[in-house]
C-alpha cells in the first residue's frame, strides 16, 4: 500500500508518507494532529501537491496534500475532491465493488477497484522532477502548469509515545531497556513523551506473564466443602 492510492471517504485530508512526491512542499508552523480510528493520533508535519497519472494518462495535481511520516498507506479524500465539484461514485461493476471519479464536466477520469476491504485508486504517481501539462484538482484558480521542485531534504521521521506505550509496541521488554534506547539513540526518530506517561511502578500483566514458566499455585483451594466426604476423589476403576 505504500506506493498506492486509497480513495478514503472517512478522512478529511489528502495525505502521503512518502516525502519524494511532493512538490512545493513546505513545513508546517505547528505540526497538525491527525485521528486515527484507535483514538490515538499521529502527525502531520507538511503540505505539498501531488501529481497523479489517471485514466488515458492524464495528469492531475492534487493539491494540499499533508506528509504524515508514521501513516501507513497514501489517502485520497472524497471530501476534497467533493469539495471541489468532482463526483465520486461507488458502484458494483462485473460482481465487482469499484470507485468511479469524474470531472465536474461529467467525463470519467479515474478508476478504482475494492482490496482486502479497501478501494484502491487505479493511477500512478508522478515525481515532481517529471513535466507535463497538468489539470488542477483544486479550487476554480489560475495556477500554473509547471511545478516548483524543491530541493529540500526529507525531515526525519519522528514517532512520539509514551515509555509505556513504546515498552509495548517493542514486544514488552524492559522499561529500563527502552529509556537506554532512547538516551543512547540507538532507535532513530524515538521520541518520549515522559508526560505523558503512566506510574513506571505500574507492571505489565503482559511482561509478567511473558516471565512466568508456570500458572501460579494458589495458596488456598476455591472448592468449598460444606460437610465431610462431599467431595470424594477416587482412581478405582470397574469393568467397562
Same mark, same amino acid.
Given at each position: 500500500?505504500?506506493?498506492?492510492?486509497? +480513495?478514503?471517504? /472517512?478522512?478529511?485530508?489528502?495525505?502521503?508518507?512518502?516525502?519524494?512526491?511532493?512538490?512545493?512542499?513546505?513545513?508546517?508552523?505547528?505540526?497538525?494532529?491527525?485521528?486515527? /480510528?484507535?483514538?490515538?493520533?499521529?502527525?502531520?508535519?507538511?503540505?505539498? &501537491?501531488?501529481?497523479?497519472?489517471?485514466?488515458?494518462?492524464?495528469?492531475?495535481?492534487? &493539491?494540499?496534500?499533508?506528509?504524515?511520516?508514521?501513516?501507513?498507506?497514501?489517502?485520497?479524500?472524497?471530501?476534497?475532491?467533493?469539495?471541489?465539484?468532482?463526483?465520486?461514485?461507488?458502484?458494483? &461493476?462485473?460482481?465487482?465493488?469499484?470507485?468511479?471519479?469524474?470531472?465536474?464536466?461529467?467525463?470519467?477520469?479515474?478508476?478504482?477497484?475494492?482490496?482486502?476491504?479497501?478501494? !484502491?485508486?487505479?493511477?500512478?504517481?508522478?515525481?515532481?522532477?517529471?513535466?507535463?501539462?497538468?489539470?488542477?484538482?483544486?479550487?476554480?484558480?489560475? +495556477?500554473?502548469?509547471?511545478?516548483?521542485?524543491?530541493?529540500?531534504?526529507?525531515? &526525519?521521521?519522528?514517532?512520539?509515545?509514551?515509555?509505556?506505550?513504546?515498552?509495548?509496541?517493542?514486544?514488552?521488554?524492559?522499561?529500563?531497556?527502552?529509556?537506554?534506547?532512547?538516551?543512547?539513540?540507538?532507535?532513530?526518530?524515538?521520541? !518520549?513523551?515522559?508526560?505523558?506517561?503512566?506510574?513506571?511502578?505500574?507492571?505489565?500483566?503482559?511482561?509478567?506473564?511473558?516471565?512466568?514458566?508456570?500458572?501460579?499455585?494458589?495458596? $488456598?483451594?476455591?472448592?468449598?466443602?460444606?460437610?465431610?466426604?462431599?467431595? $470424594?476423589?477416587?482412581?478405582?476403576?470397574?469393568?467397562?
Amino acid at each position: 500500500m505504500a506506493e498506492r492510492w486509497i +480513495v478514503d471517504s /472517512g478522512t478529511s485530508l489528502s495525505m502521503t508518507s512518502n516525502y519524494e512526491w511532493l512538490a512545493n512542499y513546505h513545513e508546517l508552523s505547528k505540526p497538525k494532529k491527525v485521528w486515527m /480510528g484507535d483514538e490515538r493520533h499521529i502527525y502531520a508535519v507538511g503540505v505539498g &501537491q501531488v501529481k497523479i497519472a489517471m485514466c488515458w494518462k492524464a495528469i492531475y495535481l492534487v &493539491q494540499n496534500v499533508y506528509y504524515v511520516s508514521d501513516l501507513n498507506s497514501n489517502l485520497l479524500s472524497v471530501s476534497y475532491l467533493v469539495n471541489r465539484k468532482y463526483h465520486v461514485h461507488f458502484l458494483l &461493476q462485473n460482481t465487482q465493488s469499484a470507485v468511479e471519479i469524474d470531472d465536474p464536466d461529467g467525463h470519467v477520469i479515474a478508476y478504482g477497484y475494492k482490496e482486502n476491504g479497501l478501494f !484502491i485508486f487505479d493511477g500512478t504517481t508522478c515525481l515532481p522532477k517529471e513535466r507535463a501539462n497538468i489539470t488542477i484538482l483544486s479550487d476554480l484558480e489560475s +495556477v500554473n502548469n509547471s511545478v516548483e521542485e524543491k530541493t529540500d531534504e526529507p525531515p &526525519q521521521r519522528k514517532s512520539t509515545g509514551s515509555l509505556t506505550t513504546w515498552h509495548k509496541h517493542l514486544g514488552h521488554v524492559a522499561k529500563a531497556t527502552v529509556k537506554k534506547l532512547f538516551k543512547k539513540r540507538m532507535v532513530k526518530g524515538m521520541e !518520549i513523551n515522559e508526560h505523558d506517561d503512566e506510574d513506571e511502578t505500574h507492571q505489565c500483566s503482559t511482561y509478567l506473564e511473558g516471565k512466568m514458566t508456570r500458572q501460579p499455585i494458589p495458596k $488456598v483451594s476455591d472448592i468449598k466443602n460444606p460437610h465431610v466426604l462431599h467431595h $470424594v476423589y477416587s482412581k478405582v476403576c470397574g469393568p467397562m
